[in-house]
C-alpha cells in the first residue's frame, strides 16, 4: 500500500520584493497599529465606563447590605448567650445563617531586621529560615564554567524578528 503525504498549503502572505516594498510593508504595519491601539483605547473607556455605572447602580444596594449586617452583628453580639448555647458558634434563622468565625492567627514584624538579630541572640534559630538557590544571573556571567555542571545548560537566547514602525503617536480619529 502506498503511503500518500498530505502537506499543508502556505500562507499567503505579502512578502516585499525590494527595499521599498519592505518599508511600504513597515508603514502599513504602522497604520494598523496606530487603528488597533485606537480600538483598544475605545474598548478600555466603554469598559471604565460601564464598571463606573455598574458600581453607582450597586452602591445603594452595597450600602444597605452593611447597614443591615451591622445592624444584624450589634443584635446578636448583645443576644449572643441566647444564641449560642451549647458553645455554637452559628445560628440557624430562618432565611438563612448568622455566626462567628475565628480568623486563623497571623505573625506580623516590624524591624524585620532587628527581630532577627534578637532571634539570633536568643538563640531561637528554630524561627529562622535559611534560602538556597541557583544564582542564574552569576552562571550567564560565566557560562563556560555553569555549563560544566551537571544538569546545567546554557541555551541560547537566539533571535527574534521585530518591527518597530517610526512615529507612533496615537491620534484620535477626526469627527
Request: aromatic content about 2%; charged content about 25%.
Amino acid at each position: 500500500m502506498t503511503r500518500t503525504r498530505i502537506t499543508r498549503a502556505a500562507d499567503a502572505v505579502p512578502v516585499p520584493q525590494n527595499q521599498d516594498d519592505a518599508a511600504a510593508a513597515v508603514h502599513q504595519i504602522g497604520e494598523a497599529e496606530r487603528a488597533r491601539g485606537l480600538i483598544q483605547a475605545a474598548l478600555d473607556e466603554t469598559i471604565a465606563a460601564a464598571k463606573a455605572a455598574a458600581e453607582a447602580d450597586a452602591a445603594p444596594h452595597r450600602q444597605r447590605i452593611e447597614a443591615l449586617t451591622r445592624g444584624l452583628q450589634i443584635w446578636a453580639e448583645a443576644n449572643r448567650d441566647l444564641l449560642c448555647q451549647g458553645g455554637r458558634k452559628s445560628v440557624a434563622l430562618a432565611t438563612g445563617e448568622i455566626g462567628w468565625r475565628a480568623r486563623p492567627p497571623s505573625v506580623r514584624i516590624s524591624g524585620v531586621e532587628a527581630v532577627i538579630e534578637r532571634i539570633r541572640a536568643l538563640n531561637l534559630l528554630r524561627f529562622l529560615r535559611v534560602k538556597t538557590e541557583v544564582d542564574k544571573a552569576a552562571m550567564l556571567s560565566e557560562p563556560d564554567v555553569a555549563a560544566d555542571i551537571e544538569g546545567v545548560s546554557i541555551a541560547s537566547a537566539g533571535e527574534q524578528f521585530f518591527v518597530s514602525p517610526a512615529g507612533l503617536q496615537m491620534q484620535e480619529p477626526a469627527p
